[in-house]
Structures are given as C-alpha cells and as structure tokens.
C-alpha cells in the first residue's frame, strides 16, 4: 500500500493546506466530532461492567461473562497501533471513519446477539472499532494544533473519559435494571452516526501529510498475536487458572517467542511496521514509559479500591463507587493545569515531575497507614488522580513533538499500546499481590460479596495485603518519575510569536 508523496499537506480538492488554514470554527467542529467519538469509546469499557449479572441471567450462562470485557480489551489494545499506521498512509479521516463504522457495527451485534457467544464475537469487533478512536483522536489533534497549544487540547480530551467514567457504570445498571440491557448498545448506534456525520464533515478540512508507505503485514501480524496471548495469560492468570499452570506457561513463552521474533523483522523488513528510528527516540522510549506506569498504577487502584472500602471500611458496594470518584474526576483538572502550563513554560516538564511526586507522596500515606480515616484516604486519592492527570499530556504531546510529521499517527498508536499492556500487566501484578495475602481466588469481577465474607470468617490483616497492593501501586508511579525525569525536554514546536515569546533562541524540535 502507498501514497504519492507530498511535501505538502492536501486538501481532498488537491489544493494545499496547512495547520494555520484551519479557521477557528474549523478546530472547534473537528474537536466536537473527536470529543463524542472519544467519550463513545470510554463508556463502553465501564457502562458493560455493572450489567453483567443481568446479561448472564438473560443467556443462563455466567461461566464466560469475563470475557464480554476481555474480548473488547484485547481487540482494542492490539489494533491502536495499526490504526496509528494507516493513518498516516491513508489519513486520519478515512481511518476515523473507518472505526466509528466498525464501532457502531459491533454495537448492534451486542445488542441482537441470540446468545453469549454471539456478544463477546460482537464486543471483539466493536474493540476493533473503538480501539481506532483513542490513538486516532490524538494523532488529529495533532494535526490541527500546535505542540505547544496542544497539551489543553489533550486535557478536554480528558473531560470524556472522566463522565464515561463516572456515568458509565451508573447508566449501564440502570438500563440493565429497569429496562434492558441490549440499550446499553442500542445508545451507541444513534451517537456514534452523529460523531459519524461530525467526522465526515468536519474533518474534510484537515491537513495531510502524505508520504509513500508500505504497510509491513508480518511485522503487524508477529505484533498482534504475541500481545493477544500476553493479555490473555495476564487476564486469566491467578483468576481462572495459575499463575505456574501449563496453560500460562505456554502463553507466556509463545508470546515471549513471537516478540522476539518480532524485533528481529524489524531489523530486516524494508519499511517495519514500527519504525526503528521512532522506536528508537529516546523521548518516545521515555514519554512511553512515563504514561505506561502512571495509567498502570491509576487503573490498578481504580479495580482494587472498590474491594478495599469494602473489606477495610466496611463500606457498601454503592458507597466504595462514590468514594472512587476523587481518583477518576481529579484527573481532569491535573491534565488542565499540565496542559496550559507547556504553553508558556520553556521547562515544561515541570508540571507532570511535580504531579508524579504528589501522587507519589499520596500512595506512600496510604502504604504508611492503610487503615486511616475514610476522609484521608478520600483526600490522599484526590491528589493522586491529581498527580496523574499531569503526566499524561506532557509525555503524549512531549512524544509527538520530538517525530516527524508523517510518523506521529505510527508512534501515537504505539503509545497507546504499549500503556494497555502496561495498564495490564499492572492489574495483573496488584491482583496476584491481593489474591496471594488474602489466601482466596475469586473470579475477577464476580463474587466480590462472597470474598468479603470469606475474608472476613477467615480473619485476615485485610490492611496490611492492601498495604502490599499500594506499595505496588507507588512503584509504578516511581518508574513514571524517573522517566520524566530522562526524558529529553525538546523545545515545543509552535506559532511564531509564541516561539519567540518561550525560547527566542531555542531550535526547532529535530525530526525523525
């Protein structure tokens, strides 16, 4: 597959266009299309969630209902980085379009499915679909904006996943509840046609920056199955089977064997589907790094601390949701703070090094004293979802930034899939360390009132496992420092006049 190359961006027409052509009301029309993409695709990795038991009683069947979420998470996670690639051979809009349709498809797959095997065959291919729109999102707003002004962009960007997050889990149970779960697929069919339309429309605009590809089909496929069968050892591991089970074991080496096997086509494939010289940036290799372990440690709180109020607060599975909220929302206005503050600092790292030592700081109270009062572990998860949501746009605007423009969709899209295995292989760690101290293992996600009354009879230092859990948590969060720490503060490429004003002498940011 190639493109003719261009040094020049194109509109669909054939008349040259560039970042500054697009008026202010074009980069408010394409942000609303990406902003209802962006919260479609964030709600439907929580809004299945809290109806799973209603879906197993509908189909008889609870043996399998894991993998409802399972199947959306491996074909999401192992896609983005392909998405990242054709978007930069055929387009971002072309590819959008291309997702969302996927998207809304698997939608009304899940929502006729006859039965369990039909929903998690449809959930695949909505994570197909909805796997495009993260990286896709990012790498548009690229396209459009500035890196300096791009970090606030990433920020409201940010505000989607804060309301999936919170609504998410509360929509689901109610349409499950009171009417019928095939709604909570239902919803996306009408919204994602209008994200659809805004696309489709809006994104006309946008400028292009083609060049001639070639799309590496072994280099994609060595890739895709050796991540599939990681993820499948880390979510079934100690759950379903093992840890030290054959069928672990086997994944395990076989996914170890492919990888390595993968590094070495890249070295020979004439074009890889991941390029050497991207791969090999120090501040890709870094800002990977840094927003992989903060995802890893924010998203393994996020699963374990509902089971924490529970069984160390005796709190009320409604109430352990509400107290979860401080972690999720404060992320917002951390990526806020971030974000602005790299339009006029030349050391714009500064930001995300002092949210990584709040959050940092936080945990360690809570390893510290795990069974303090309910408010303080209230205000210690404020400031580290605070803490966290600094991180993320510095390392993601920091990485687009230091490639060049025809590679930023390739290394958005590894970006994002480097942070899911990291994200998953951080739940995975945290849970062993849980289900190891309190001596049981539940399936995850199922049995949770079960597990509170085992641990309870059984008369187990709840706080002192959670104090091993946190202790988890803050040494993924110190691996987030140290890579902003090593990563390479490369002068933000933007306007001009805001050049000027920052760093009047300093260079541009070296391409790829």
């Not at 449809?122 to 300096?148: C, E, F, K, N, Y």
Request: proline share 5%.
């Amino acid at each position: 597959m190639a493109v003719t190359k261009s040094t020049q961006d194109q509109h669909p027409s054939g008349t040259t266009a560039s970042r500054e052509s697009l008026s202010k009301a074009d980069v408010r029309n394409i942000f609303y299309g990406l902003t209802l993409a962006m919260f479609l695709s964030a709600v439907n990795q929580t809004i299945v969630a809290t109806a799973l038991p209603t879906i197993g009683r509908n189909f008889g069947e609870f043996e399998s209902l894991s993998w409802v979420i399972i199947s959306y998470l491996l074909s999401s996670t192992v896609v983005s980085p392909l998405y990242g690639k054709l978007s930069d051979i055929h387009g971002r809009r072309s590819m959008m379009l291309i997702a969302l349709s996927l998207f809304i498809a698997g939608s009304v797959g899940c929502a006729v499915a006859p039965n369990m095997l039909s929903l998690i065959l449809s959930r695949a291919l909505q994570g197909v679909g909805g796997g495009g729109i993260v990286p896709l999102t990012q790498t548009t707003i690229a396209d459009m904006v500035a890196p300096r002004d791009r970090g606030r962009y990433q920020a409201y960007i940010g505000t989607s996943w804060i309301t999936a997050g919170v609504a998410g889990p509360a929509l689901g149970g109610l349409l499950a509840e009171h009417l019928h779960w095939s709604l909570i697929f239902w919803l996306n069919v009408p919204f994602g046609f209008l994200a659809l339309i805004l696309t489709y429309r809006a994104m006309r605009r946008l400028p292009r920056h083609e060049r001639r590809h070639q799309l590496d089909i072994v280099g994609a496929a060595l890739m895709i199955i050796a991540a599939v069968l990681l993820l499948v050892a880390l979510t079934s591991g100690g759950t379903r089977v093992p840890w030290t089970s054959p069928t672990i074991l086997l994944l395990a080496s076989t996914s170890i064997g492919l990888t390595m096997a993968f590094i070495w086509w890249l070295t020979r494939a004439p074009e890889p589907f991941l390029p050497l010289n991207v791969l090999r940036n120090p501040v890709m290799f870094a800002g990977t790094a840094g927003t992989s372990c903060t995802m890893g440690a924010v998203l393994g709180l996020t699963v374990y601390l509902p089971l924490y109020f529970q069984v160390v607060h005796r709190l009320s599975a409604s109430d352990s949701g509400f107290a979860l909220i401080p972690i999720v929302v404060m992320t917002t206005p951390g990526s806020l703070l971030s974000g602005r503050s790299m339009m006029y600092l030349r050391r714009y790292k500064s930001s995300a090094i002092m949210g990584a030592v709040i959050a940092m700081a936080s945990v360690s109270s809570l390893v510290l004293w795990p069974t303090m009062p309910l408010y303080g572990v209230i205000i210690a998860l404020t400031f580290i979802g605070f803490g966290a949501g600094t991180v993320y746009p510095v390392c993601t605007v920091s990485i687009q930034n230091a490639v060049a423009v025809h590679h930023v969709g390739t290394a958005t899209g590894a970006m994002n899939f480097f942070r899911a295995l990291a994200s998953t292989l951080a739940v995975a760690v945290m849970g062993a360390i849980l289900l190891a101290g309190l001596g049981v293992a539940p399936e995850r996600g199922i049995g949770v009132e079960f597990l509170v009354q085992a641990v309870g009879a059984a008369g187990v230092d709840t706080a002192h496992v959670f104090r091993l859990v946190f202790a988890a948590a803050d040494i993924f969060l110190a691996l987030a420092l140290v890579a902003v720490l090593l990563m390479e503060e490369r002068p933000l490429r933007g306007s001009a006049s805001a050049a000027a004003a920052v760093a009047p002498r300093a260079p541009p940011a070296p391409a790829e």
